[in-house]
């Protein structure tokens, strides 16, 4: 329990202090007019209170990841939360600030058009592609796996009945303006979220399962053998470092009303995904007696089992019902986000003005008969690339940032270093991964060390050791 509790704290700290380090790096501008009001559409431009858009930045940002990522990365011990408060603090609240801060310099842009300006036209054409590909098949993802959960709760309900229904919200979400829906509904489905995760802690400390009764720091348990280096650092994403977060970012950016306001909702809702995560790996290796014994229940039904198991032995039915829905709610939140980014990367990219509905639909129907179209296909060969694609961008977007930085000629470190480490946590998993080189364990790590470095060395000749005369500026 105390080292729960710590890393909680750790959090918070870290919220406070390295939060604060990093906004006046970046060097905020109070006075400046931000997209909201400069570029006000009352579609997806529209200025909202600063609470709303941090409950909104929870749920876009989520997904499944800050669960499932967690019960599979409790299988490999209590170094799981230590990955979730470090790369939370230092890696993935610095990617979401300058995803979403970049994307306010930039009147809003997407990732793709922020990744353009600082790091050139064929960086641009390929992360355009890139995201699109990414959010069409998360968005399908986060179809799918919402119906399946619903379906085990009504069994009497086909999936098929979940899926349109979930495409039809979808659909609705991507074309309303941003404050009918997602404006409206998110603050509520946020608490709810945030109080059933909570209600499944403190039912696990008043149960008779012990709160982390593995504490051994120096062993790897997971019971496949499966390296931490480099497998926790991609099977743990959403809830220390992701990539999916830079593309829903600029969703925020587009309604945040004054700079001042980016810590907390980019910044402070990683945090806030990062204590989610500490309960569900908590909670992973808690309520089971060993790893082995979850991952018997991850093998028979997915992390989705557990979701379930969990759930109901904590809380009852009616308290599990509810804090599944409560799970269920990530999915959804994300899939809708998902596919309203990807209109708004298409609309960037081929320039069509989103501000009348005619244009929005125009986009809209061909991408969801698309997202139709994939959820039929068996896609599971592609989607096994999503954890290296995911990280992938994630570290793409803090060189991104890095380079921004050392132009301005400010402390880069805060961005090159966390950037230097998932590109070696990359390298060495395409390397030795079955659906990347095969390479023998030892050679990859070799290999993605020699690739971090070589991408280091390129930044600080290019950029990091250059002493600019007049260093770049945002124009107000």
């Not at 006075?31 to 431009?45: K, M």
Request: proline share 5%.
């Amino acid at each position: 329990m105390l080292l729960f509790l710590s890393c909680v704290a750790l959090l918070i700290a870290g919220y406070v202090i390295y939060g604060t380090i990093v906004e006046k790096i970046f060097g905020i501008q109070p006075e400046r007019q931000t997209p909201a009001y400069a570029l006000e559409d009352g579609v997806d431009y529209t200025p909202m209170p600063k609470w709303k858009l941090i409950f909104i930045q929870v749920l876009d940002i989520a997904g499944i990841g800050p669960i499932f990522g967690p019960i599979l990365g409790a299988l490999y011990g209590p170094q799981a939360l230590i990955w979730i408060v470090i790369g939370c603090i230092f890696a993935g609240a610095v990617h979401d600030y300058f995803s979403g801060m970049l994307s306010v310099r930039n009147n809003g842009a997407s990732i793709p058009e922020v990744v353009g300006e600082y790091m050139g036209m064929s960086a641009r054409q390929v992360m355009r592609i890139f995201s699109f590909v990414l959010l069409m098949l998360v968005g399908v993802v986060f179809v799918l796996s919402p119906a399946k959960l619903l379906h085990g709760l009504t069994p009497g309900i086909a999936t098929g009945w979940y899926v349109a229904a979930i495409f039809a919200y979808y659909f609705l979400a991507t074309i309303l303006p941003i404050d009918k829906i997602i404006g409206r509904f998110y603050p509520l489905l946020g608490a709810l979220l945030l109080a059933m995760t909570t209600a499944l802690f403190v039912a696990l400390f008043v149960s008779p399962h012990a709160v982390l009764p593995n504490l051994d720091f120096a062993v790897n348990t997971h019971p496949a053998g499966k390296p931490i280096w480099p497998l926790l650092f991609i099977t743990i994403s959403c809830s220390a470092l992701s990539g999916f977060h830079s593309t829903q970012s600029p969703l925020m950016a587009r309604c945040v009303k004054n700079e001042r306001e980016g810590r907390s909702v980019f910044y402070g809702a990683m945090i806030i995904e990062g204590v989610i995560g500490l309960i569900w790996c908590t909670l992973g290796m808690s309520f089971y007696e060993n790893p082995a014994a979850l991952q018997a229940v991850i093998s028979a039904g997915s992390p989705a089992a557990v979701v379930a198991e969990v759930s109901n032995g904590l809380l009852g039915p009616i308290g599990g019902a509810l804090a599944i829905l409560a799970v269920i709610v990530l999915p959804i939140t994300s899939g809708d986000t998902a596919f309203r980014s990807t209109r708004l990367i298409v609309a960037e990219t081929f320039k069509m003005k989103q501000t009348k509905s005619s244009s929005r639909l125009l986009i809209a129907i061909p991408l969801f008969a698309l997202g139709y179209v994939i959820s039929t296909q068996n896609f599971s060969t592609i989607w096994r690339y999503f954890g290296f694609s995911n990280q992938a961008l994630a570290a793409l977007v803090l060189w991104t940032s890095a380079v921004y930085l050392a132009q301005r000629a400010k402390l880069h470190w805060i961005a090159t270093i966390p950037a230097t480490f998932m590109t070696a946590v990359c390298a060495t998993f395409i390397l030795n991964a079955k659906i990347g080189f095969n390479l023998d364990y030892e050679v990859s790590v070799i290999g993605g060390l020699v690739f971090a470095a070589a991408a280091f060395a390129i930044f600080m000749v290019k950029y990091g050791l250059r002493k600019a005369a007049s260093p770049v500026t945002d124009n107000a």
